[in-house]
């Protein structure tokens, strides 16, 4: 196993979103704009990777028995300090998550990793993997954020996209969007992948 | 026994080192997430009365009445500001209005609200004509004021006469509702109203 | 007025907010557990008992954690704790009290310390300033809308199996459409709460 090998699967072959469908909540949840969806993506990718290193760190110490409370705490500590970071310094986004940002410890894709990688690897290859998928997961939020907010808002990143007479589809910003686009991206890259086999 | 020991002590020591850790971190950043906190309402009260020097704080937790009498530099009572709470259509909705002694606001911002995207969250929605292709064009457009449009209407009026309606208004005493969020709109019109006549009797002005 | 607010409370979380449909809180098992009819009423169960015991437990230590002004540090690690070590209690308690009922919810009980809603209502409690009563109010009707839902889609799964599907929609694609479509249902709901 390469370093670089580990880094691309989290991106592109085992991508967490759209491959893997794991953390389906904050994925659906948070993408009404693509400015959410980015720090809702970096945040997760800062929890997978410290949890990531310091599991496959540990992993010797803890008896095996009781190594998923373990792997929890450690989990919800790193959540913690991001927390931190939100409510002093980035109150808007702090706002706009409101408990999504908690709610990463039960993100399925961090203890996913916790318990499929960094239990079994060591640390160099384990941070790779931890940067790999967050990257993918953040680059999958920002897609799904990005044509949610354009098409149901006519804004990308908070500024206008389409000229003044295009009405935007409030469908895409309302919970029903969020499923429908998440939908149609899953099975466009089902698509994809089909098409790549078959060639 | 002995492995049951030894799991309850590897938890105990995961458990304490995070303890350790966050309160350490805790305590560097406790000051900035306090100021944070703070700086909500602080802005929103300097907006509602721009030319605020003093205010004196009043917390009346039984009641639920909490407000700002806030003074200028040369200690005339501009008016009071006002912490108004409602509930919404998914979340309690906080505002700070800013209501002169004659019951006319100045102006109000909403402080707290986690309405549904799209709809309700658009009460703190800005008017704006910046296109993300100006930063490759590089046009430069006039800037418009950042004040909320749903929160405008209600600046400079009299609170008790207000209504919410689902057209544009023809009167001064109507509020146009947000698209698809009358709840939203609506509470907050009768939080200010709810808010604002606690106040107005608690300092015997009506 | 104790009660009319309890039961908007109640339909709130059941049919306006729903906690899968509205809140997006329980994706994984909504569309993990959504197969068969049977294991979808399981789970459905187990969530809903986890979430009131877990609602009226956690409701309490916020009030301890507030005591000793631990709540920022603390508030995220406790609650998981609890719900995970709730869980481990609650699977022990059945296997020997009511083995009838483990058989029934037994094999869901582990995947729920994991599942976002519960951990979701312990947090919403405390940021909506619910009281204690309030808070099992609101974590057993968030626990019936999320068995509502999950039921709701295994009935359409099962019939789907016979249905023809697009091969690149199969599997998951095709659960988010009727999540779309009855999400989308749902927000009909909408005038219930209000005025």
Partial sequence: MNILKVFKDGILDENPTFKLVLGMCPTLAVTTSATNAIGMGLATTFVLIMSNVIISLIKDLIPSKVRIPAYIVVIATFVTLVQFVMAGFLPALNKSLGIFIPLIVVNCIIMGRAEAFAGKHNVILSFFDGLGMGIGFTLALTLIGGIREILGSNKLFGYLFFPHNYKPMLFFVLSPGGFFTMAILLAFFNWLSMKKKEA | MKDTIRFVLTLVIVTIISGLVLSFVYLKVKGKIEVQKKANIENAIKFVFEDISKKEETNDQENDIHYWKCFNKNNELLGYAILCKKGGFSSTIQIIAGVKKEGIITRIKVVFQQETPGLGAKMNQIRSNKFIWDFITGKKREKLKPIPYFQEQFFGKKYAGLTVVKHKPDKDNEIEALTGATISSKAILNGLKEGITKVMEKEGLK | MEISKLLLIMVSAIFVNNFVLSRFLGICPYL??????????????????????????????????????????????AFILTIAALVQFIEMYLKKALPELYKALGIFLPLITTNCAILGVTLLNITQHYNLLESVVFGFSAGIGFTLALLMMASIRERLELAKVPKVFQGTAIALIIAALMSLSFMGFSGLIGE
């Fill in chain 3, 32 to 77: 993990g557990v959504s197969r068969k009819f049977d294991s979808a009423l399981g789970m459905g169960m187990a969530v809903t008992f986890v979430m009131t015991i877990a609602s009226f437990i956690t409701w309490i230590i916020q009030i301890i954690l507030n005591h000793f002004g631990l709540s920022d540090i603390l508030q995220t690690i």
